[in-house]
Nanobody
Framework: QVRLEESGGGLVQTGGSLRISCAASGQTFEFGDRAMGWFRQAPGKAREFVGAIVWSESTTNYADSVKGRFTISRDNAKNTMNLQMYHLKPEDTAVYYC?????????????????????????WGQGTQVTVSS
């Protein structure tokens, strides 16, 4: 079983920056060739894709709305995925969730929009609130 825990959310002004993290743990857990993703959900809206990374390759993919402003990175030593957010806007306000796929993830080899579907992931964190004030 895999456990994911987000941290680092908070309140930031428009134009500011924030880094949130997702720590993974589990008794027999290994990153291997899994994908990890970030999604967000604002009140009254559907959960939407933010970005994803294939752990073994560090290959990343981002939603158009955050491309050039957000960066996903990994820290193997800490079993942690980070989301660095710059130039934040009020519309970035949401609960941010991290997710992890099962092993042997390969959609990035076939699809340009890989990592963007909720059903690609088997494990989810509880979320962390990010609020951008105008």
């Amino acid at each position: 079983q895999v456990r994911l825990e987000e941290s680092g959310g908070g309140l930031v002004q428009t134009g500011g920056s924030l880094r949130i993290s997702c720590a993974a743990s589990g008794q027999t857990f290994e990153f291997g060739d899994r994908a990890m993703g970030w999604f967000r959900q604002a009140p009254g809206k559907a959960r939407e894709f933010v970005g994803a990374i294939v752990w073994s390759e560090s290959t990343t993919n981002y939603a158009d709305s955050v491309k050039g402003r957000f960066t996903i990175s990994r820290d193997n030593a800490k079993n942690t995925m980070n989301l660095q957010m710059y130039h934040l806007k009020p519309e970035d306000t949401a609960v941010y969730y991290c997710a992890m796929s099962r092993e042997n993830y390969s959609r990035h080899k076939e699809y340009s929009f890989w990592g963007s579907r909720v059903d690609e992931y088997a494990y989810w964190g509880q979320g962390t609130q990010v609020t951008v004030s105008s």
